[in-house]
């Protein structure tokens, strides 16, 4: 029990919560990390974990990162993840997600679930069965459906961005593209490079995504392991985290590494600085693929998706320079800047709360009754 209050401690979090069904056969987890600015928001992450405190680790880190994402992308709201332990090809059904909705409804708002790896549109509408605390639902019911394109579009924006800083160029055309992971994110982020001109190399373990990538957009398929040191002008890592870390990172050929994968880097300071010393310009993972948390974001206040796609696409490119500028400015690693563009928010919309402002569903009443 130790280990949980000292990973939550030395993180920062303020919630977490196990749940267990053994009727449905539920094992979960659900972090709540910051709720400085507003509700927890994250995504619900299903994947077979070796063991119960690798889904622990993961889920911790995951909701950290939400915050900051949040915060970073201008979003009222803070941090959250859930994981659910189980096998997302083979253990999903409607009374799993239902059962994982009612613990969702029983944390009373303070955490907004959505869709993430393993899980799906299709389970979001059996979550919400139990609970209106969720979000990325179709389309069909008034929601804003897959958000994968949006987290793609922000991450193609934010390629540009980097291109534009390190190269000094305003196009993508023509350049060498890596994409690990072609699933939801790296299939539509490799549509929108497609029709930038850019030349792309794709990795992937599943042979039925890569196909039809090839088969699209014409792409060229290289090994899982060849990626890294492949010619290349950006890395873009599009899969599961860590794979930026001291086996990887000195055999990197690419000036910049720009991608949509959460938790890139597998040590935040240690890896980053590596990447800073090789010449490397690291777009930030939280700050480049908040396009997903900004389209389920404005489901929640209404959706409107040519604002979510404006919002997605020109705001990730302006948080983007604003990093790059402040790490040049103070010379430490994008990471280290952007994270203190994010605590700086943070500790500001704190500042806020030293004034208390009636809610409209204080004691279950309206401000003038």
Known sequence: MSFVFESMDSRGHEEVVFCHDKDTGLKAI???????????????????????????????????????????????????????????KKDKNEILFRSFGRFVQGLAGRYITAEDVGTSVKDMEWVRMETRYVTGISRALGGSGDPSPVTALGTCSGMKATVKKH??????????????????????????????????YVTDMDESALKRVVDEFGVQVIGMDDIYDADLDIYAPCALGATLNEETIPNLKCSIVAGAANNQLKNEDVHAQMLKDRGILYAPDYAINAGGLINVANEIEGYNRERAFLQAEEGIYDTLMTIFQRSEEEDV?????????????????????????????????????
């Open 167 to 200: 190269l000094g160029k305003d196009s993508l055309s023509g350049l060498n593209v890596g994409v690990q992971g072609v699933g939801h994110v790296g299939y539509h982020l490799c549509r929108y490079l497609s029709r930038e001109g850019a030349n792309l």
């Open 30 to 88: 659900i972090a709540v990390h910051n709720t400085t600015i507003g509700p927890a928001l994250g995504g619900c992450r299903m994947w077979a974990y070796e063991t119960e405190e690798d889904a622990l680790k993961d889920v911790l880190r995951l909701s950290r990162g939400m915050s900051y994402k949040a915060a970073i992308a201008g979003l009222n709201f803070g941090g959250g993840k859930a994981v659910i332990i189980g096998d997302s």
């Open 333 to 369: 690693t994008t990471h280290t800047a952007a994270s203190k563009v994010a605590e700086k928010r943070m500790e500001d919309v704190a500042k806020l709360k030293n004034v208390y402002l009636p809610q409209k569903n204080v004691m279950g009443k309206r401000d003038n009754t």
